[in-house]
Nanobody, 124 residues
Framework: QVQLVESGGGSVQAGGSMRLSCLASGSLVSSYTLGWFRQAPGQEREGVASIDGDSNAYSGGSAKGRFTISRDNAKSTTYLQMNRLEPEDTAIYYC??????????????????WGQGTQVTVSS
């Protein structure tokens, strides 16, 4: 199975930027669809961004226009660039992957593999 490990989380002031990384244990197949999700205390898991095997990318919800997902298949890594962070972005962020999909998706059920998560805290 694919094992995913997130890194790059931490604390930042509102308006700042942060880049999260997700490293796969093995080769990240170029056809895999990748996603970033987040879950705040007391909230449901929310899809943030997704990128498919053709590098079609999408950011949804409040992240749209502020967050950008990218991938580097040679490094088996996906990234989430977060700009203009807001306190409402505070959450545990998870990366996910699926080998079955051929398009992007912000639905958790679409994905087969999940990382452990990394905490992002945005202060006002």
């Amino acid at each position: 199975q694919v094992q995913l490990v997130e890194s790059g989380g931490g604390s930042v002031q509102a308006g700042g930027s942060m880049r999260l990384s997700c490293l796969a244990s093995g080769s990240l197949v170029s056809s895999y669809t990748l996603g970033w999700f987040r879950q705040a205390p007391g909230q449901e898991r929310e899809g943030v961004a997704s990128i498919d095997g053709d590098s079609n990318a999408y950011s949804g919800g409040s992240a749209k226009g502020r967050f950008t997902i990218s991938r580097d298949n040679a490094k088996s890594t996906t990234y989430l660039q977060m700009n203009r962070l807001e306190p409402e972005d505070t959450a545990i962020y998870y990366c996910a992957a699926t080998e079955s999909g051929n398009w992007w998706s912000l639905k958790s059920s679409y994905y087969d593999y999940w990382g452990q998560g990394t905490q992002v805290t945005v202060s006002s």
